[in-house]
């Protein structure tokens, strides 16, 4: 980092935040209510009334005065970078959310204080787990591959037979500590990495607004610089990264499977004392906060849209007002007969003559004999193609869905989900079906902004079709059904 770059962040939030005077109510409240907690999208009364306990109860302890009220505080954070105020829609009161500048300024603040115990085994382990995955992963060897699994097949074989005689080797507390510290602060920094991705999508609404309202062009070229931009977001590292994050949280199976390692690693008795009751949280956390990254992107395209609409009817009053001051011009000008006149050059006449024209032809008429000319069999005409069509039973594949989703807690579950659980049987007919289910008490939503890969086996031929279709969910609402119950309807 050079001696430019660093004087060039005396004006970042985060920086400012940690030179302000009142920087430790700042960093001590906002990471409470915003860090801790977890929460987004706070409303003003509430965080009125909270910050109004805290500054009381700071100046009766006599560690600081405080003397202007909680509201003033609030703004004055708003406006240095440090809160993010804004209206949700169709309510009437302003809400408040941290911004990434305060999640940077708590996270190093409490870096600063002295650690009993470092690991830095599991760390060194994870450095080489994904190393290695990289390495196996780029491998374009087909025997390279087939050696390097044969080796971890090796290794398995003999942890197997080492069980077999009774040897059990288990981790050490210290073991169970450093890996646990590594997993709390990597769900941590996951949810910091969430409002910098919702400001990196703010930053974009907010440069496009800006060329949208000094744009000289047409609205095609502006439109197109603006879905050119979304596409780099999109297809960026940070993006395929936040979709990849966002699909795996979707997944009931991967869901259940995060939760319970997390109450079974909580309840170790190597970690007594030392646990984390937050973390238990975590995967909620994680839903609701990338949850709120994808309403922000609803929300600025909604936004956006209106706002290009806005802009749209402008320009049509503007062209409207232009036609009336001519036509006003014109009954100005109706009565007076010394105007000049005004002359067309016109290049040059085609002349079309009527004899150049063709002379009507009539139509010859053709008799049409309907009567058979001669006898043929009926064994001799194949009729199998008319009774080879596929037919999709609507119903089944309601009872497959809503057996997946009766498996899920969340009461979601992925087109991908079902197919894992339901093969197609019916190829292409079978997975257009799921698209056009409607059954009461189930939701199906289609998200076309993102797509997969879906392979299944072909029902003419032999072989296998990959079909890349939009990502699917399905949602069991509340006049739902269970799954048992579509098989007697």
Same mark, same amino acid.
């Given at each position: 980092?050079?001696?430019?770059?660093?004087?060039?962040?005396?004006?970042?939030?985060?920086?400012?935040?940690?030179?302000?005077?009142?920087?430790?109510?700042?960093?001590?409240?906002c990471?409470?209510?915003?860090?801790?907690?977890?929460?987004?999208g706070?409303?003003?009364?509430?965080?009125?009334?909270?910050?109004?306990?805290?500054?009381?109860?700071?100046?009766?302890?006599?560690?600081?005065?405080?003397?202007?009220?909680?509201?003033?505080?609030?703004?004055?954070?708003?406006?240095?970078?440090?809160?993010?105020?804004?209206?949700?829609?169709?309510?009437?009161?302003?809400?408040?959310?941290?911004?990434?500048?305060?999640?940077k300024?708590?996270?190093?603040?409490?870096?600063?204080?002295?650690?009993?115990?470092?690991?830095?085994?599991?760390?060194?382990?994870?450095i080489?787990?994904?190393?290695?995955?990289?390495?196996?992963?780029?491998?374009?060897?087909?025997?390279?591959?087939?050696?390097?699994?044969?080796?971890?097949?090796?290794?398995?074989?003999?942890?197997?037979?080492?069980?077999?005689?009774?040897?059990?080797?288990?981790?050490?507390?210290?073991?169970?500590?450093?890996?646990?510290?590594?997993?709390?602060?990597?769900?941590?920094?996951?949810?910091?990495?969430?409002?910098?991705?919702?400001?990196n999508?703010?930053e974009?609404?907010?440069?496009?607004?800006?060329?949208?309202?000094?744009?000289?062009?047409?609205?095609?070229?502006?439109?197109?610089?603006?879905?050119?931009?979304?596409?780099?977001?999109?297809?960026?590292?940070?993006?395929?990264?936040?979709?990849?994050?966002?699909?795996?949280?979707?997944?009931?199976?991967?869901?259940?499977?995060?939760?319970?390692?997390?109450?079974?690693?909580?309840?170790?008795?190597?970690?007594?004392?030392?646990?984390n009751?937050?973390?238990?949280?975590?995967?909620?956390?994680?839903?609701?906060?990338?949850?709120?990254?994808?309403?922000?992107?609803?929300?600025?395209?909604?936004?956006?849209?209106?706002?290009?609409?806005?802009?749209?009817?402008?320009?049509?009053?503007?062209?409207?007002?232009?036609?009336?001051?001519?036509?006003? *011009?014109?009954? &100005?000008?109706?009565?007076?007969?010394?105007?000049?006149?005004?002359?067309?050059? =016109? /290049? $040059? @006449?085609?002349? %079309?003559?009527?004899?150049?024209?063709?002379?009507?032809?009539?139509?010859?008429r053709?008799?049409?004999?309907?009567?058979?000319?001669?006898?043929?069999?009926?064994?001799?005409v194949?009729?199998?193609?008319?009774?080879?069509?596929?037919?999709?039973?609507?119903?089944?594949?309601?009872?497959?869905?809503?057996?997946?989703?009766?498996?899920?807690?969340?009461?979601?579950a992925?087109?991908?989900?079902v197919?894992?659980?339901?093969?197609?049987?019916?190829?292409?007919?079978?997975?257009?079906?799921?698209?056009?289910?409607?059954?009461?008490?189930?939701?199906?939503?289609?998200?076309?902004?993102?797509? *997969?890969?879906? &392979?299944?086996?072909?029902?003419?031929?032999?072989?296998?079709?990959?079909?890349? =279709? /939009? $990502? @699917?969910?399905? %949602?069991?609402?509340?006049?739902?059904?269970?799954?048992?119950?579509?098989?007697?309807?």
């Amino acid at each position: 980092m050079e001696f430019d770059d660093v004087t060039g962040l005396f004006d970042h939030p985060a920086w400012r935040l940690l030179r302000a005077d009142n920087a430790a109510l700042v960093l001590a409240f906002c990471g409470t209510v915003f860090v801790d907690e977890n929460a987004r999208g706070v409303p003003e009364g509430v965080l009125i009334s909270r910050l109004d306990d805290q500054l009381y109860d700071l100046n009766e302890r006599q560690m600081g005065s405080f003397p202007r009220a909680a509201s003033a505080y609030l703004t004055e954070w708003t406006n240095n970078g440090w809160l993010r105020k804004y209206y949700p829609p169709g309510e009437d009161e302003p809400h408040f959310d941290a911004t990434s500048a305060v999640e940077k300024a708590v996270a190093w603040v409490r870096a600063l204080p002295a650690r009993s115990f470092i690991g830095t085994e599991s760390r060194l382990s994870t450095i080489i787990d994904l190393l290695h995955q990289m390495a196996f992963g780029t491998e374009t060897d087909p025997q390279a591959r087939i050696d390097e699994l044969s080796r971890e097949r090796d290794l398995i074989d003999a942890q197997i037979e080492q069980l077999r005689t009774g040897e059990v080797e288990v981790l050490s507390q210290f073991a169970l500590l450093d890996r646990y510290q590594q997993v709390e602060s990597t769900a941590t920094e996951l949810l910091r990495d969430f409002r910098e991705v919702e400001a990196n999508l703010r930053e974009l609404d907010r440069r496009l607004r800006q060329d949208v309202a000094t744009a000289e062009g047409s609205k095609g070229e502006l439109l197109a610089s603006f879905l050119m931009d979304r596409e780099m977001i999109a297809e960026s590292d940070q993006g395929r990264s936040f979709q990849a994050f966002f699909d795996y949280l979707l997944s009931p199976r991967r869901q259940e499977e995060l939760r319970e390692l997390l109450e079974q690693v909580n309840q170790l008795p190597q970690l007594d004392g030392k646990i984390n009751k937050g973390l238990l949280k975590v995967p909620r956390a994680w839903l609701e906060a990338a949850e709120s990254t994808q309403n922000t992107v609803r929300q600025l395209t909604e936004q956006l849209r209106r706002f290009l609409a806005d802009r749209g009817r402008e320009e049509d009053r503007r062209v409207l007002a232009l036609v009336r001051s001519v036509q006003r *011009h014109v009954a &100005v000008l109706d009565d007076r007969r010394d105007l000049p006149g005004m002359a067309l050059e =016109v /290049p $040059q @006449v085609e002349l %079309v003559l009527p004899m150049e024209r063709r002379l009507y032809k009539p139509v010859e008429r053709v008799e049409l004999d309907s009567t058979a000319s001669e006898a043929f069999d009926e064994a001799d005409v194949d009729v199998s193609e008319l009774f080879a069509g596929v037919h999709v039973d609507e119903e089944a594949l309601a009872a497959q869905v809503l057996a997946v989703l009766g498996e899920s807690p969340s009461g979601q579950a992925s087109l991908a989900a079902v197919v894992d659980c339901h093969p197609l049987a019916l190829g292409l007919a079978e997975l257009l079906t799921y698209f056009q289910l409607d059954r009461p008490g189930l939701d199906v939503v289609i998200n076309p902004e993102h797509g *997969h890969d879906l &392979v299944y086996e072909r029902v003419d031929t032999p072989g296998r079709t990959v079909a890349t =279709v /939009p $990502q @699917v969910t399905f %949602v069991l609402n509340e006049g739902g059904t269970a799954a048992g119950e579509v098989g007697q309807a």
